[in-house]
């Protein structure tokens, strides 16, 4: 027998998954950026983390984990072939993205450079039980 105790994976998953509670978040009118002064929960808490963490710059504000944010910005400037850029913007999103405990998976499809914007369509999946898409759009390069 060993000072520590053995904890088999699923073991400590569920322990995990026992204690997250359901997310809240200040709410955000996406098509303006403006907070919309209510408060929401579950799916809709999640996509205010998501438009947010691929908005703000990581390592880039003291106030947030290092863990927070995109690294998109990097892209600019660099004068990478677009199949590049498309590659690059895809895994830093995800890497963005997997961060969030509420988040199991992300799907990124219809990935598109066209003059200086990157546009791609990201699905979500989340421990939640649901899954949501969104359309995101920003200027690369």
Not at 120 to 126: L, Q, S
């Amino acid at each position: 027998m060993s000072l520590f105790p053995a904890y088999i994976e699923e073991e400590i998953e569920e322990e995990l998954q026992e204690e997250l509670e359901v997310p809240k978040e200040f709410g955000i009118d996406f098509a303006t950026g403006q907070l919309t002064g209510e408060i929401v929960e579950g799916i809709e808490a999640v996509k205010v983390w998501c438009y947010l963490a691929l908005r703000v710059a990581r390592y880039h504000f003291f106030i947030c984990s290092w863990d927070y944010g995109s690294e998109l910005e990097e892209l600019i400037g660099q004068g990478f072939s677009e199949e590049h850029l498309e590659s690059e913007a895809t895994r830093m999103i995800e890497e963005c993205l997997l961060v969030n405990d509420y988040i199991e998976s992300v799907e990124i499809s219809d990935v598109q450079y066209l003059d200086g914007r990157f546009r791609a369509k990201i699905a979500v999946e989340t421990t939640l039980g649901e899954s949501d898409s969104d359309t995101y759009e920003t200027e690369v390069a």
